[in-house]
């Protein structure tokens, strides 16, 4: 399991702008806003919340298509949901145009027919766009369309989708699907108590296994199969389950975003309320995002930015369907950790060395336990065996009253927060015994007890009845998963502890930067490096001291106004790579070299049929670190910020961290800290350490344009940024930009 690492958000001092809490909603179509609560993009900052009450509780429900002929399909649909209707007290209505009942219950011959109010309509129609036409005159809230052949199609269905969406979007009905399928209306088990799992899927089939959790003991509360997403889409769902007191955690599997911005917005909602959101996302390969956008016709994305754009907002991903259950699982019932360290507990040295390899190569804190404490677990354990963490009891002591005097005495350390056993395999009437005083510990404290239960059977009392019985002792049958899962409990509860939201800070108006970048722009057009220095100068990035020329006399005597030695440049809008093409020459030191360097560069210039604005005659800049930072945009989350070593390095080792904007400065030095060359900011082979403040500045402005920009800016690219040593601040050599 891939275990997420958070970082909390901070206010960037240095660009602050007037924080927005949570402002009072306004209900609109069964969806909350914040009026008027938008960034300088004129985007929301704030997630719209529907109120699905009525679709998950509805107090009347239409079955459009409903049948009760033997051997159709629509007739088992019917019944299965004649029989939800009942368990949550609604009331059932058919619709069928030729039929006086169905299943002995009064039909109405069409929607139109409808006398009373109702909740939800449930179309089991091969075509949903006449009958959702004919639903806009009606008061009904929500529909469900079962029916395929939509954008996981191709163009065709795509564009049929979008016809479906267009008729939902004035009807003023909120719609589940197409390709959706029963799921919502499964039977949840109602004797199970605590915190609950909510689910998301796109595919009905991946989220059984989370569902027959139940069976397990594990309470869940809601299924929203989503399908293609024509109306609600997996956000909608986020939003509404993170304000929900009963959903502990909730557990999606996502093929596809319909929309990064709803996603993030969700994410961050349900980050407020403290409520952990776990995804398996799929698309990381070429075949995964082909496949999926195939099933249910959505954008998988750059796995890279939605990778990134999860982790900024809490949101844990997670690759499998059984991590995806251990984890969620964990994430809803645990209680708030009382302090970050783990301690492995075991019966075997060799299974306590393993699993304390493992978790501490996943980011684990193993803290050695205090001398006192290992003296006091001694009185038990002998001597021989080492009680510093993890913790070896030999296997005797756990056979008799000593083995919960262990437990209870390493859980009193107050440097614990998590105790994980891993038992390898059943050996009663030992494991039988450990196990119960591990569950009997759990109830009577209020940290976290975590059982690894290695056996392949499954069947074995222990952990059918002890431990599975137990609601506060979390049971895996995987080392990885439990590592996992334990990761992401703290990290998760560290990354919500005083959890401030990015779009919190995100600008409302523009800065003056905006405005005189703004009239640098050209629509369509790609910037020569000239003008996109300006376009940094314009917020503050600072660039080396140039003059742009026309001519040899006039090179010469710039670089007398910049200093020798200088760097000679050809500059257009054409010319993205210079070096190639010869059309860099450094090191110049003599108004003889300024004279031939011009020429030749403009020499080159028209043999290659390039369109020159000048030559640059530049400041040379002392060495430091290369760096690049970038925009791009994404095709789900927009503008994106990137940084990485720069020059060469940056094509042969893509050694990158991207963010999605808005994020403040503590954001911006996670990105330095996941590049794999950070070591080189910090000083190497003698090099004075880098201006790694100057660095994130920088971040922080190209973050601040990307937001401003937004409409304008297709792409930017700072490469090299060199970084000079601390205190020398950080400088633009070159620059491309690409307006929209």
């Not at 368990?87 to 039909?107: E, K, M």
């Not at 431990?467 to 049958?477: D, P």
Request: glycine share 10%; net charge negative; proline share 6%.
């Amino acid at each position: 399991m891939l275990g997420s690492t958070h970082g909390t958000f901070t206010t960037d001092l240095r660009a602050r702008v007037v924080a927005c809490g949570e402002s009072p909603r306004t209900a609109v179509h069964g969806v909350t806003a914040a009026p008027g609560d938008q960034d300088v993009s004129g985007r929301p900052l704030h997630a719209p919340v529907p109120d699905l009450d009525r679709f998950f509780r509805p107090e009347s429900v239409a079955v459009v298509g409903a049948s009760d002929a033997e051997g159709r399909p629509n007739t088992g649909i019917t019944r299965q949901l004649i029989a939800w209707a009942e368990r949550v007290g609604a009331r059932l209505v058919p619709v069928h145009p030729t039929r006086a009942s169905v299943f002995g219950i009064d039909c109405v011959p069409s929607v139109g027919a409808l006398t009373e109010p109702v909740d939800l309509a449930v179309l089991l129609v091969a075509d949903p766009l006449p009958v959702i036409e004919e639903l806009a005159g009606t008061k009904v809230r929500f529909a469900v369309a079962f029916a395929s052949g939509f954008a996981e199609t191709g163009e065709a269905g795509a564009a049929a989708q979008e016809r479906l969406a267009a008729a939902v979007r004035g009807s003023g009905i909120r719609l589940l699907g197409p390709n959706t399928n029963l799921n919502a209306f499964e039977r949840f088990r109602e004797d199970l108590e605590g915190p609950a799992v909510a689910l998301i899927t796109q595919s009905g089939h991946q989220g059984r296994p989370v569902f027959t959790l139940q069976e397990l003991g594990v309470r869940l509360s809601h299924w929203a199969p989503t399908g293609n997403e024509a109306d609600l889409e997996t956000s909608d769902f986020i939003s509404y389950f993170a304000g929900r007191p009963e959903v502990g955690a909730i557990a999606c599997y996502v093929e596809g975003l319909k929309d990064g911005r709803s996603f993030l917005l969700a994410a961050d909602r349900a980050a407020r309320h403290g409520v952990p959101v776990v995804a398996v996302k799929v698309g990381r390969t070429e075949t995964g995002a082909r496949t999926a956008a195939s099933h249910t016709g959505k954008l998988t994305g750059a796995d890279q930015v939605v990778d990134a754009a999860m982790r900024q907002y809490g949101v844990i991903r997670v690759d499998g369907l059984d991590q995806l259950q251990d984890t969620a699982t964990l994430l809803a019932r645990a209680r708030r950790p009382l302090a970050d360290g783990v301690v492995v507990y075991s019966i075997s040295g060799g299974t306590g060395a393993h699993f304390a390899d493992l978790a501490t190569a996943a980011g684990l804190a193993l803290p050695a336990l205090p001398a006192a404490k290992q003296d006091e677990l001694h009185q038990w354990i002998p001597e021989y065996l080492s009680v510093s963490n993890p913790v070896d009891n030999g296997g005797h002591p756990v056979g008799d009253w000593r083995g919960r005097k262990i437990i209870d005495a390493i859980l009193a350390d107050p440097s614990v927060g998590v105790l994980v056993c891993p038992i390898t395999g059943p050996f009663p009437p030992m494991s039988d015994k450990l196990a119960q005083d591990l569950v009997e510990a759990a109830e009577a404290t209020d940290k976290l007890v975590c059982v690894v239960w290695g056996s392949p059977v499954g069947t074995e009392d222990a952990y059918r009845t002890t431990l599975l019985g137990s609601s506060r002792v979390a049971t895996f049958r995987t080392f990885a998963n439990c590592i996992g899962a334990v990761k992401a409990y703290l990290d998760h509860h560290r990354f919500t502890t005083g959890y401030r939201s990015p779009f919190d800070e995100a600008p409302r108006t523009p800065s003056p930067s905006f405005r005189k970048a703004q009239a640098l722009m050209r629509p369509g057009r790609r910037l020569s490096e000239h003008a996109a220095k300006q376009l940094l100068r314009a917020y503050g990035i600072r660039v080396p001291r140039e003059q742009l020329v026309t001519s040899a006399a006039a090179a010469v005597r710039a670089a007398g106004l910049v200093g020798y030695p200088v760097v000679m440049k050809a500059s257009g809008a054409q010319l993205a790579h210079k070096t190639e093409l010869g059309l860099v020459k450094v090191g110049l030191t003599s108004a003889s070299q300024v004279r031939d360097a011009y020429r030749e560069l403009t020499d080159i210039a028209r043999f290659e049929s390039i369109d020159l604005d000048g030559v640059l005659v530049c400041q040379m800049v002392g060495r430091g670190v290369e760096m690049v930072v970038g925009v791009t945009r994404d095709e789900l989350f927009g503008p994106t910020v990137t940084v990485g070593l720069g020059g060469v390095l940056v094509e042969v080792l893509n050694d990158t961290a991207v963010r999605v904007p808005p994020f403040g400065e503590r954001e911006a030095r996670s990105m330095l800290a996941e590049l794999r060359g950070r070591a080189l900011l910090d000083g190497v082979r003698g090099a004075p350490p880098a201006d790694v403040d100057a660095l994130v500045e920088v971040v922080l402005r190209v973050q601040r344009m990307a937001l401003e920009l937004d409409g304008d800016l297709a792409e930017l690219d700072i490469n090299p940024l060199m970084v000079l040593p601390r205190g020398q601040g950080a400088v633009a050599l070159d620059a491309l930009a690409v307006c929209r």
